[in-house]
């Protein structure tokens, strides 16, 4: 006998994260579906769609090593950086091999999420066609790069003037050859955005807050993030990993002031890292100018903080995404000024049948990390009251102190250091096993399933 529509769990987007929370929902035995906005799977990395935020040069910032499902490997024969198209298929080719294709809805937009009337268990979905369904859970995987935050700068500004999330190439949304262009923003978008806007533009500049750290894509041949894991598997305590980060770094491209810019006002790695071969090479061949923070616009004119002023005909800003989830109230995902306060970034304190899988932005490869993060609400959803109950006091527990102490900007709300935030997932879930195991056997919620059947 087929199990209840109430017992289905529902899965808000069908991207990386989606994706992982749907395999193992129905890994455990639980039926699941998932919906998805757009016209196919993939989020963000969709080039083209209306959600897609990554642009035609788009590749990976950390290597496929670090950034692959778990069981399931990047082809071998791909480059360490593999670029937008690439990682589609990878995506497509994952939902392909666990069977996840016939469970995804696409063009479906789920336009609200609530509890039922008279405040029952489980979840009301209701998607933009006006369809409602109910389900015990929820999976909210819709992504945090969707809505553009821009910067609050006063005056107008009189030429193209857009944001990151709009740009896809140096023609697209305007052709950017011999126009004068300001790229602001220090993150990776910006500084990608900005090194491939000097090779068309008659002049870039490109304008930060404050100084970066820059990090090579390779350091001796090999992907600097795997160079890096090495440190954190021997145990290194974090003031080595910066020395020798540091020594690595200026030997491959050189320390930032030793291209003349400004010194960071923090210490390596308090930053979401910037991953970059060529933005040395084009400010030092003069072909990308840099520039302090941009304090006013007026007419063509930007106003820099150290009382510079320089005319341009397009400004891109690369400043990221608004958090936001317009289909629920900000209660049952426990947020603060928008921002969710969730235990691990991940579950509500207190119920057990909602979670926000990859609502993260960690300093390495983020897919593993989020199949560790399903493989926790997996074991959540189909959980025996024990091990729901020792779930519950870890949750309660103080929080505690970051091993890296984050730059406090927007742009930080969601950083983690993967390294430790995945040991400690990855013990979560040891502990949900041992007590899963305990209460059903070797089947686990799979023999739940059939005993509820």
Known sequence: MPASPHESWCVIGAGPSGLAALKHLRDRGLPAECLECGDGI????????????????TRLISSRRLTEFHGYPMPRSWPAYPDHAQCLAYLEGYARHFGLLPHIRVQTTVVRVERPDGGGPGWIVTTAAGTSTRHAGVVIASGHNREPRLPEIPGTFAGAFFHAAHYKSPLQPIAL????????GGGNSGCDIAVEVSRHAARTVHSTRRGYYVVPRFIRGRPADVRGERLLAMGAPLWLRRIVSLRVIDRTIGLPWRHGLRRPDHALLETHPVVNDELYDRIDAGRLVPAV?????????AVFADGSRESFD?????????????????????AH??????????????????AVVGLIQPDSGQWGITDVQARLVARMACASPHARAWLYRQRQRPPRRRIVQYVD??????????????????RLVAGMDRRLLRVRGPAGCRRAARVRG
């Open 177 to 184: 050859a011999g126009r004068r262009v300001l790229v602001i």
């Open 409 to 426: 900007s927007p742009r930080h709300a969601l950083e983690v250091e993967h390294h430790s935030y995945r040991k400690r997932l990855e």
């Open 337 to 354: 000024g928008g921002l969710p306060r969730l235990f691990m970034n991940l579950l509500h304190p207190i119920h057990d049948d909602i």
């Open 42 to 57: 993939g989020g963000n990395w969709r080039y083209g769609s209306p959600s897609s935020r990554v642009f035609s040069s």
């Open 293 to 301: 923070d941009v304090t006013a616009f007026a007419g063509d004119e």
């Open 314 to 334: 397009v400004v891109i800003c690369a400043t990221g995404y608004r958090i936001e989830h317009p289909f629920i109230a900000a209660e049952h995902i426990n």
